[in-house]
């Protein structure tokens, strides 16, 4: 992992000029940047003259690059901190390049942002410039989701709270919230402050306090329809009642995710592969299983599926039985 790479740079070579951190998973390229500001600032004396942050989003790259060739004060050693390297301009790559040749020993240069600018006809590779740049005088560390286990990284944040998540436990977390490390993130926070002075999170944890755990039910009682599940559909609106939910907002949540059956059906019956399905629709894999041969066959269509969707809306607004028995009248009729 990238962030192994930089604890082994930094035992092995101390700290270099110039830090590039690129790459999608912004909370590993995040905690790459606070470990390296925590190994520098001890260095560089009054933080107030020789430290400064920049984002190119916002602020002139020439001043950043400026600010990385002053001379530090009260100090051998000045940390610069450049944020949204996405957004920089050709002409501060160019001085980034610059710089890493001179190989100037007073400032520590760390760049981070989700990536380098596409190569346009006639233009600079620059990720390669400065990859070759850096070459004995810097590190340039790549941060992305797809190299990163996320039922790992939420084991991990735990331990970083002083909370144990079992594998299952993470999986299960996985499962509730999708992969995006920065959701993880959140939710592993949330759950240690859950748990309070227990040093353990169990799945019971994570189901009672996971913040999408209404929208992962709601996903068992959409599924328990398509699959014609009476129990699985069932249960899981005994639960959503019983937690006091809305019936308008279940509604809404069931067309949403109505809508990504829909996109799924069609897609297997254009003859699409599980991998290319996946691509497209947003669905929670045990979801995906569960339904993925019924909606092969037997599918309502979609003016068939919408009908009854907009059917129990519009009852919803006026018909004396009350919102939660329209719900309940729609989960019998698709079952």
Not at 68 to 92: G, I
Not at 136 to 145: A, E, H, K, P, Q
Not at 214 to 221: G, K, N, P, S
Request: proline share 4%; hydrophobic share 45%; net charge neutral.
């Amino acid at each position: 992992m990238s962030l192994q790479a930089l604890e082994r740079s930094l035992r092995e070579d101390g700290l270099l000029p110039v830090y590039v951190l690129v790459g999608d998973a912004a909370p590993l390229r995040e905690e790459a940047v606070s470990r390296l500001v925590a190994e520098i600032l001890p260095t560089i004396g009054p933080p107030a003259f020789n430290h400064s942050t920049f984002r190119l989003s916002q602020d002139d790259p020439a001043a950043a690059l400026s600010a990385a060739r002053t001379l530090p004060m009260l100090s051998d050693r000045r940390l610069v901190v450049v944020r949204d390297l996405h957004d920089a301009p050709d002409a501060f790559f160019q001085g980034l390049v610059d710089l890493a040749g001179q190989g100037a020993g007073h400032c520590v240069l760390v760049c981070t942002g989700e990536r380098f600018p596409k190569v346009v006809k006639g233009g600079s590779n620059w990720l390669v410039r400065v990859r070759k740049a850096l070459d004995g005088v810097g590190l340039l560390l790549s941060f992305d989701s797809k190299d990163a286990s996320p039922a790992r990284y939420a084991v991990e944040q735990a331990e970083r709270l002083g909370k144990r998540l079992g594998r299952g436990e993470a999986e299960l977390l996985v499962e509730l919230t999708g992969p995006d490390l920065g959701r993880i993130q959140k939710e592993v926070e949330k759950l240690a402050l859950y748990v309070g002075e227990g040093s353990a999170i169990e799945a019971d944890d994570v189901h009672a306090a996971c913040s999408l755990l209404a929208e992962a039910v709601i996903w068992d009682l959409t599924a328990g329809m398509a699959a014609q599940d009476a129990e699985q559909a069932l249960g899981a609106l005994h639960r959503l009642s019983e937690a006091g939910d809305d019936p308008r907002r279940l509604l809404s949540m069931i067309v949403w995710q109505a809508r990504e059956l829909l996109k799924m059906a069609e897609l297997v019956r254009a003859g699409a592969s599980d991998a290319d399905v996946r691509k497209v629709v947003r669905m929670r894999p045990d979801v995906y299983r569960k339904v993925r041969a019924r909606v092969g066959r037997g599918f309502p269509g979609a003016a068939d599926l919408l009908r009854r969707l907009a059917t129990a809306h519009r009852d919803m607004n006026g018909h004396r039985a009350g919102d939660r028995r329209i719900l309940e009248g729609l989960v019998l009729e698709m079952l």
